[in-house]
């Protein structure tokens, strides 16, 4: 299935590339393998997330060994990725 991050993510994206490339560039390489792997599980099994105890018929699926959780919900055709959302901002996305 194929993987589409909305609009609203640009400013998630940014802070991802921003923490590995400033704040922890040696786990830069690492993060974004997790996150094209984690994708990878995804388009796979759409289901592999957990449902939003926040939202209906939104699911969460975290990136091991970051603090990044991905944000979506499963449409007819797609995935759609609402938020690449740090943890350590607490819950409420």
Same mark, same amino acid.
């Given at each position: ?10 400013q ?9 490339r400033s ?9 974004? #393998?997790?996150?094209?792997? !984690? ?8 289901? /592999? =997330? ?5 939202r209906e ?9 970051t603090?990044?959780t991905l944000?979506?919900?499963v449409? #007819?055709t797609?995935i759609? !990725? ?8 607490? /819950? =409420?996305?």
């Amino acid at each position: 299935m194929k993987i589409v991050f909305l609009e609203d993510t640009a400013q998630d994206i940014q802070w991802f590339r921003y923490y590995y490339r400033s704040v922890f560039p040696e786990g830069s390489a690492k993060a974004r #393998a997790h996150l094209k792997a !984690i994708q990878m599980t995804l388009a796979a099994n759409p289901y /592999a =997330g957990h449902p939003s105890d926040a939202r209906e018929n939104v699911r969460e699926l975290s990136i091991p060994r970051t603090p990044f959780t991905l944000i979506y919900r499963v449409a #007819a055709t797609r995935i759609e !990725i609402l938020r690449l959302w740090d943890t350590r901002q607490g /819950a =409420g996305y």
